[in-house]
């Protein structure tokens, strides 16, 4: 009887949600029953990561990116930009309006040289001494210390004239005329005092009068701000002293106690200075033997008046005739600092 009941009660109770659930009144209550929303999740996506992504993992954070558009290694896909992005973006890549890639004449510096690149951005390269200078008209134009046949100079057959400072050099030795430098108000001709007439010989930077006394050589060296002077000797056999004239119009000179000799012009400001004289054991072009012995043991003595002097240069006879000596052996004094007002000291 009791089982029964149960089973009529039963029935009646699904009968009345079946109904409920057709007429959609059931459906609509658990529409609009409260919910509690949980905080999304995110979950990484299914498949393997693209080539180049940092694949994510649950409940870590993804990798911090720049402000700027960031992508890892790999194929360089284009984000997706407004069009006044992309434009501005273009922009920047592309070059300079105006200019083409290359050096760009108009930036030059004495000790510098700008270059554009082809993708926007510039190099500049710098060094420690100049590489331009000056013309008459303001532009900055290469050096080049090339020694060239250049007959401009009354007396001289070649010179260097791609400098703030310019140079000329006799067809040969033993004359009236050597070499003459000229840099802003500094006027500076020389001559080597009982040389033998020989013929003057170029390559690249350097002269070269050889023979101009039994075993010694004269050389030159041609830089962008100074003028090396070297006698070589093949032997201890050569003169005990070599002897230079100067005349230096308009300029007067004076000694040190080191033996460096500085021409000033009215004012007291320094033209031209001779010095850092030094002896050592050299290769046939006047280089310093890497492993060569060398000393400051050369005698300078200066002699004259405005505008003539001489410049007499006596090297050690003992430190030449010592047994052990190497040879050549260059006597190396430095005519210099040569600076234009465009370049400075």
């Known amino acids: 009887m009791r089982r029964g009941r149960l089973f009529r009660m039963t029935t009646t109770v699904l009968l009345t949600l079946v109904v409920l659930m057709t007429s959609g009144i059931f459906t609509h209550a658990l529409l609009r029953a409260p919910v509690a929303h949980a905080a999304a999740v995110a979950t990484p996506p299914l498949g393997p990561a693209p080539y180049g992504a940092l694949p994510l993992q649950p409940n870590q954070p993804s990798p911090a990116l720049p402000v700027t558009s960031w992508q890892g290694p790999g194929p360089k896909v284009p984000p997706a930009t407004s069009s006044a992005a992309s434009a501005a973006a273009k922009s920047a890549a592309a070059p300079a309006a105006g200019r083409s890639p290359g050096e760009q004449m108009d930036l030059r510096t004495a000790n510098s040289q700008t270059f554009l690149n082809v993708d926007g951005t510039y190099t500049l390269q710098a060094f420690d001494g100049p590489i331009h200078y000056q013309d008459a008209q303001g532009t900055w134009q290469t050096i080049d210390t090339t020694v060239v046949s250049d007959t401009a100079d009354t007396g001289y057959a070649y010179g260097v004239t791609a400098n703030s400072w310019k140079v000329h050099f006799a067809r040969e030795s033993g004359g009236p005329k050597l070499l003459h430098l000229q840099s802003g108000t500094l006027n500076f001709s020389e001559t080597l005092d009982g040389a033998a007439t020989v013929p003057v010989a170029t390559t690249g930077p350097r002269v070269l009068y050889l023979g101009v006394f039994p075993g010694v050589d004269l050389q030159y060296g041609v830089g962008s701000r100074t003028l090396e002077e070297e006698m070589i000797l093949h032997d201890a056999n050569g003169p005990t002293s070599y002897t230079f004239s100067y005349h230096v119009p308009g300029a007067s000179a004076r000694q040190d106690a080191a033996g460096t000799i500085s021409f000033t012009d009215s004012t007291g400001h320094e033209l031209l200075r001779v010095g850092g004289v030094a002896?050592?054991?050299?290769?046939?072009?006047?280089?310093?033997?890497?492993?060569?012995?060398?000393?400051?043991?050369?005698?300078?003595?200066?002699?004259?008046?405005?505008?003539?002097?001489?410049?007499?240069?006596?090297?050690?006879h003992a430190w030449l005739a010592d047994p052990t000596r190497v040879f050549p052996v260059a006597i190396d004094p430095t005519i210099g600092p040569l600076s234009g007002p465009d370049q400075g000291a």
């Open 279 to 316: 002896m050592y054991e050299a290769d046939v072009n006047g280089r310093m033997l890497p492993k060569g012995a060398g000393t400051d043991r050369v005698t300078v003595t200066l002699a004259g008046k405005a505008p003539d002097y001489t410049v007499t240069l006596t090297p050690d």
